[in-house]
């Protein structure tokens, strides 16, 4: 069949009395939608949760380079230049080259010694980009007679070089390849997300209350005196959210194996560079379905796994659900027997029916549910089945 140009994947999590994402002032952050203002959870806190899990579908079990994301990878690069056996001032002047070069960003070029190692901005570098950066540092050192040649050689390659920078950007980590890496540099590479994440939002008005409490000091408590170590307050929020999330299949394709997006969907690639492409959608299933993000992990334990889950897959541009949850669901309907959490299916389902008889729109379907629901043209299938469908139509397909 075909190759889809898009899968799309939408989720119902619920997370009762935790905190899972807090803004600059400590609260839990919110989306005015419609007739109510929600709790959200922000689509950088659930792709960070994606990326570092550590479990059998983790990201890392893929054996692909990952990346680092920081504002000290001069320092990381410093280091392993020393380590192949390169004096500190040649490693240190090494650094400075690539940052006045405008290796990771544009600014800085006044800043020496430690300062000179951080970056405006975190970065995110492969590790075959940091590796033939700290190689290619390491011979032009073995040959600088002084740190002020080895600058200008480094400077001079680096322009010389950029073609052969640019052309491993498919090795600048897995994480830029799902999820885009944008960079002011003069020399790295900008690369397109093929995965684009949306916030998470209850599908309800926010649910939210003030928990106040005390911190025990125990010898205090031996010596029988009253009191405690500390008086705190935090905000909990409790709600049933919507997720949404998108994956570019060509550009996932192009991302992990150097292939020009529009020559593979257009002209086809061969079955065996499509399997990583298939790999990554199956774990990335997993992940969103069973992956909790949370701050105060350990006082509210916010761990779920999606009540609901549907994958769809097709060539249309995709859209999103949320429309169903423009006037949020009321948390009692005396008209409606079912949970609000069938109600949200059902105000899910109603949207897929309207907008299919509006643009009947070619899209294949499987879903999850906890629930006794039907979904509009939608098979049902458990977690393991549904990864199976998604990386079979990728590896399968002809893109």
């Known amino acids: 069949m075909p190759l889809p140009r898009f899968i799309q994947i939408h989720t119902l999590h619920t997370y009762p009395a935790a905190l899972l994402n807090r803004d600059d002032a400590g609260l839990a952050?919110?989306?005015?939608?419609?007739?109510?203002?929600?709790?959200?959870?922000?689509?950088?806190?659930?792709?960070?949760?994606w990326r570092v899990t550590d479990d059998q579908?983790?990201?890392?079990?893929?054996d692909v380079p990952m990346a680092i994301r920081s504002r000290a990878t001069l320092e990381l690069i410093s280091k392993r230049i020393q380590e192949n056996g390169i004096s500190a001032a040649l490693a240190q002047a090494a650094a400075e080259a690539l940052r006045d070069a405008g290796l990771l960003d544009k600014g800085g070029k006044d800043k020496k010694g430690e300062d000179a190692l951080k970056t405006g901005q975190a970065v995110l570098m492969g590790k075959p980009e940091i590796d033939y950066l700290v190689r290619r540092c390491t011979e032009l050192a073995q040959t600088s007679p002084d740190e002020k040649s080895l600058r200008a050689d480094i400077i001079s390659a680096l322009k010389d070089?950029?073609?052969?920078?640019?052309?491993?950007?498919?090795?600048s980590g897995l994480e830029s390849a799902l999820f885009g890496r944008m960079?002011?540099?003069?020399?790295?590479?900008?690369?397109?997300?093929?995965v684009s994440v949306a916030h998470?939002?209850?599908v309800h008005q926010a649910q939210v209350e003030n928990d106040y409490f005390t911190v025990v000091d125990d010898l205090m408590q031996e010596a029988g005196e009253l009191g405690s170590a500390g008086i705190f307050d935090t905000e909990l929020a409790s709600g049933l959210y919507y997720g949404y999330v998108v994956v570019d299949v060509p550009q996932l394709v192009e991302n992990?194996?150097?292939?020009?997006?529009?020559?593979?969907?257009?002209?086809?690639?061969?079955?065996?560079?499509?399997?990583?492409?298939?790999?990554v959608v199956q774990h990335l299933l997993h992940l969103i379905?069973?992956?909790?993000?949370?701050?105060?992990?350990g006082s509210t334990a916010p761990f779920d796994w999606a009540k609901f889950m549907l994958v769809e897959a097709g060539d249309w541009q995709p859209r999103s659900l949320a429309g169903a949850f423009h006037d949020a669901l009321p948390l009692e309907d005396k008209a409606n027997a079912g949970t609000i959490r069938q109600r949200a299916v059902m105000r899910i389902t109603q949207e897929i029916t309207a907008m299919d008889e509006a643009y009947g729109s070619p899209l294949a379907r499987r879903?999850?549910?906890?629930?006794?629901?039907?979904?509009?043209?939608?098979?049902?299938?458990?977690?393991?089945?549904?990864?199976?469908?998604?990386?079979?139509?990728?590896?399968?397909?002809a893109c």
């Open 29 to 49: 952050k919110r989306l005015p939608l419609g007739n109510a203002v929600r709790t959200r959870i922000s689509s950088q806190c659930l792709k960070r949760h």
């Open 57 to 62: 579908f983790a990201l890392s079990k893929l």
């Open 161 to 171: 070089e950029k073609k052969n920078i640019e052309a491993i950007k498919h090795g």
């Open 183 to 194: 960079v002011t540099s003069d020399i790295l590479a900008s690369r397109e997300a093929s």
């Open 200 to 202: 998470a939002f209850t």
């Open 256 to 279: 992990l194996e150097g292939i020009d997006a529009t020559d593979c969907f257009a002209n086809g690639t061969p079955a065996e560079r499509r399997e990583l492409a298939g790999r």
């Open 289 to 297: 379905a069973t992956v909790s993000p949370g701050a105060k992990r």
């Open 367 to 397: 879903f999850l549910a906890l629930d006794a629901v039907e979904i509009a043209g939608a098979e049902r299938a458990n977690l393991t089945k549904l990864g199976e469908w998604a990386s079979a139509i990728v590896r399968q397909g």
